[in-house]
């Protein structure tokens, strides 16, 4: 027969064994909570990673469409843009200082073609009537 070897635990009072147990609790919704937030951001993370793979996507395409349209497009030669001598306005009488509003740049080559062209089509009407 086999000899069975006996060990004896070593046992620890465990004062107030009803607080450790809710702290161990406690302990493990904050572990919990921590993980579920962390999923949250790993899944927020990766939502962002797809966002920004479709923005590449499509400005790629956007480009290679721009490309296609340029090259269907006839080239023309645009006259420069004539330059106007900023109008002064008038001071105002009570002697403060404003400032003179200047014409605010297009912000795109669209608008600045629009720009042109309205100043085409005013010179052609004071030359027609």
Known sequence: MKKKEKEDGIFVG?????RVRKDILESS??????????????????EKRMLFEQL????RSISLLIGRLRGELPQLKVPAAKVEKAKEQPQP??????????KAKPATEVQRLEEELAQLEEAVQKMGG
Not at 29 to 46: A, N, T
């Open 29 to 46: 919704r904050d572990v919990l909570e921590g993980l579920k937030s962390y999923e949250s951001f790993k899944q927020v993370r990766e």
């Open 93 to 102: 009488k009570q002697g403060k200082m404003v400032p003179a509003v200047e």
């Open 56 to 59: 590449r996507s499509d400005a």
């Open 14 to 18: 465990v004062k107030d064994p009803l």
